[in-house]
């Protein structure tokens, strides 16, 4: 009896001969589980609501609308069929299934750094995961962004593929820190402002972008508009929590927060946040912003009926329910994308298990004018020692009506 | 409030012709996600250790002939120090804010000197006091009384409860009574309860529905669900293991009579038990219009204020006043909404110039001072379904009878005058006081503290749910702490009663009956 099993078992082993030996150990998914954790896949690839991993979310590029693809080992409609060899060249290279190319929303480009290992980690992992039967139609780009082959072209500019290099300089912390942000992590994705073809800017590491009507931050050390002013612990219990004593997370970052950092372990957020404070040195404060008297007094009165109750007159906020806006980076930052957005719509951060609440606030489109929301938002740009330009009333008029179009 | 939802009809005396309410006015029932504690003001108050044993202690103090012969009054199935953890528990999820009178039996300076023993300090210090309240307190102490900060859930300080849920700090904007609260200072469900809920996966919750009966099995002694009508009017069955009926201390009853749990209360014979004991709150106002000050009192907040206990309860002496009872009373400042509070001078004209002048004068000057007293049950106040009224489902409505009984009427005019005794050493260009008379006018706002209709007891004759708020007939069906379960409503708000109760029956849900479903007792 034992030995047919056995039989039945080796079998089994030998019909599924593509996949590397030692697959199935435990250690080896738990560990493609986690890096699935650190690279968010869940972000993208399965639809709020929808199956883990089965796709369907609709990303608004720049370029068009994508699809997010199933990626569950469904053989019809996932990515089953795919080799080995496939599942890591598109990881590697953007090259998915018989060369197909990717397109860049797919972040290879930082992907490329991930070890081996922990490349077949993942892919034994998403072996395990329950295959869905869901067709995805992943490309629906308008013409010529459709033509795959485009990403040639793309690529050659834009994409240098190779392995994560440590710093041997450097501690093993600050490089595991620069491994998952630089690699699996993929916050350059957001946090890095892009070339006229999506392309990483060079010299421009991390010093914050404008997506999906979104800003997402400045993470350089910049005390003024970067996390210059971020202690390590202030940026750990952000990424744990999604809540610190300076912000909370809502917008694309809510859902980062909530199907990646959140769930990463704690030392992994500490190497983060090591990477981040220490890969460049704290830059001093520094604007010249000058802001007309009449603005921060109309400013500084809608402020107080509008805004004082919960962000307080000193603009300190309550430490996770209302975010902090003397010197928060956000508030003034070059690009106010984030910031008018959030006073027109207003927002819901996210709730973590450290921080459940999940404090939502207000939208005022309704309640101020083109003309108020100007005021005010240079207002706290420039209060409490705060310095940013001023916004005019047309840059408030624009922002409603591109809000409008793409809510 | 949703009156097509939610009315009932009302009259003062069985031999009335009781008519449907078309606006709430004297109470206002919550109705949806949270309920009333999204708009109550977190007035955050513990029953006296007596109030527990109410006809036993007052019998043995005063002798049986004290009490009149109609008042249905019983003890409760429960006492003070079986309750006082569920308490505790229930102040630390809302953050009260609050300073402790009696810690483990240690009296502390600057609390509440009559109030039962506390296991542990408020979980906040107490509100900020504005002027009026402090001018209360200042005049209090002058004659004798040890005025304290009221216990609020309205928090002066930032906090975050046992869930992990952050409450913030109140702004005394003067909006907690009718609304929600806009900046998560207030404990309502939705800051201190529902987000931790929502994060647990196997926590759904059917907005946007209504229950219309809970359903029982052929031997009519276990429920096997609810049924529930969505905005659509479609109808949905919800099978469950245990029900738990929490829809406010009055549709508590309509719903236990619709589904036919427990006896229904006949007041002829005295027999039954559902609806038997409904009970109010007798409330009284002393108005004080002061010189030269200003009170700003628009800076407000639900629940702060400066208040005296010396007459709540038996804290004083009741021989030969002929009354039983009482209740607390002090300064509070929950709003001064300008549309609402337009306090003047008594003789200035209703309207005009004058009425305009004096409006203006006195708006800074004057505030209210209140009494909070007792509401003790009686034989002809009670809940029953109306025979002649019907909702849109076709179900009949509740029917309220009730009125202001000689007891609380005597007992209001004592409290009151208590209250403008201290009024007058304030100095005041003028005082108005409003002991509370009858009839009972259901038109008036007085408070939302509607109570009994499903008391809990011992005695399964003269209670709907057990100690444990378990219904003695249909063992799955709990009644957890909606102030319906109150034998007799007394001299505070009820809300910190219902929590606590909640919490005990909680415990005794997980911890025995779902080991062993079946009677607790």
Known sequence: MRRSLLAIALSLVFTRAAIPAGTQSFDLVERGRYLSVLGDCGGCHTRPGGQPFAGGLTLNTPFGKLVTPNITPDQDTGIGHWSTEEFVSALREGRGHNGTRLYPAMPYPTYTRMTEDDVLALRSYFLTVAPVHNQVVSNQLPFPFNVRLSMLFWNAVNFTSGRFQPDEQKSAVWNRGAYIVQGPGHCVTCHTPKNFLGGDKADADLMGATLQGWFAPNLSADERIGIGRWSKDDLVQYLKTGANSWTLASGPMAEAVSHSTSQMTDSDLAAIATYLKERSGSTAANSTAVVEQDTMRAGGAIYKDNCAACHRDNGMGDSGLFPRLAGSPLVQSADPTTLVRVVLEGSRAVSTPGAPTAPAMPAFDWRLNDDQVAAVISYIRNAWGNSAPSLNTAAIKSARSSLAASP | ?521
């Open chain 2, 1 to 521: 409030m949703r009156p097509e939802q939610d009315t009932l009809t009302f009259r003062n005396s069985m031999s009335q012709t009781a008519l449907p309410i078309r606006h709430f006015a004297s109470f206002l029932p919550g109705n949806g996600v949270g309920g009333a504690g999204v708009h109550w003001n977190g007035q955050t108050w513990r029953f006296l250790p007596t109030d527990f044993q109410l006809r036993t202690h007052l019998e043995q103090r005063y002798g049986k002939d004290m009490l009149p012969t109609d008042m249905t009054i019983q003890d409760w199935p429960l006492n003070y120090d079986e309750l006082e953890p569920y308490y505790d528990r229930f102040e630390k999820l809302c953050g009260t804010s609050g300073k402790a009178g009696n810690l483990r039996g240690q009296q502390q300076p600057g609390g509440n000197p009559f109030e039962g023993w506390r296991s542990s300090e408020y979980p906040t210090p107490p509100l900020k006091q504005t002027y009026g309240p402090t001018l209360f307190a200042e005049a209090a102490r002058k004659i004798g009384h040890s005025p304290f900060p009221q216990p609020a859930s309205n928090l002066s300080q930032s906090y975050i409860n046992p869930l992990g849920l952050k409450i913030g700090q109140c702004t005394y904007c003067g909006f907690c009574e009718r609304f929600g609260c806009g900046n998560y200072s207030k404990s309502s469900p939705q800051v201190c309860v529902l987000p931790a809920l929502m994060r647990l996966p196997n926590f759904t919750a059917q907005t946007e529905s209504e229950v219309t009966r809970i359903n029982l099995d052929s031997s009519g002694k276990r429920a096997t669900g609810v049924t529930y009508i969505d905005t659509s009017g479609e109808e949905w069955e919800q099978p469950a293991q245990v029900v738990l009926v929490c829809a406010f201390a009055l549709f508590n009853v309509r719903m236990l009579l619709l589904s036919g749990i427990g006896k229904a209360y006949d007041a002829q014979s005295g027999q039954g038990v559902v609806g038997r004991n409904y009970a109010y709150q007798t409330t009284s106002g002393v108005g004080v219009i002061l010189k030269d000050k200003i009170l700003n009192p628009f800076i407000a907040t639900g629940a702060h204020g400066m208040m005296i206990d010396d007459y709540n309860g038996d804290n004083f002496d009741h021989g030969g006043l002929g009354f039983v009872g009482g209740g607390y009373m002090g300064a509070g400042q929950t709003n001064a909404r300008p549309i609402q509070t337009r306090p003047v001078p008594s003789g200035t004209p209703k309207w005009g110039t004058r009425w305009k002048k004096a409006t203006a004068e006195t708006y800074q000057r004057a505030f209210s001072l209140s009494t909070h007293g007792s509401s003790y049950s009686y034989r002809d106040c009670y809940l029953d379904l109306d025979p002649t009224y019907k909702d849109r489902l076709g179900r009949p409505l509740l029917r309220m009878t009730f009125d202001f009984h000689d007891n609380e009427l005597k007992m209001s005019a004592f409290l009151t005058d208590r209250l403008a005794e201290i009024a007058k050493a304030m100095d005041p260009v003028e005082i108005t006081p409003s002991p509370r008379k009858g009839p009972y006018n259901i038109n008036i706002y007085q408070t939302t503290h509607n109570t009994g209709g499903t008391v809990m007891g011992a005695d399964p004759a003269t209670s709907v749910v057990n100690r444990y708020c378990q219904s003695w007939d249909v063992h799955n069906v709990f009644v957890p702490g909606g102030a319906s379960v109150f034998p007799q409503n007394h001299g505070y708000n009820p809300t910190d009663t219902v929590g606590a109760l909640a919490y005990w029956t909680a415990d005794a849900i997980k911890q025995r009956y779902l080991k062993n479903p079946g009677p607790l007792i």
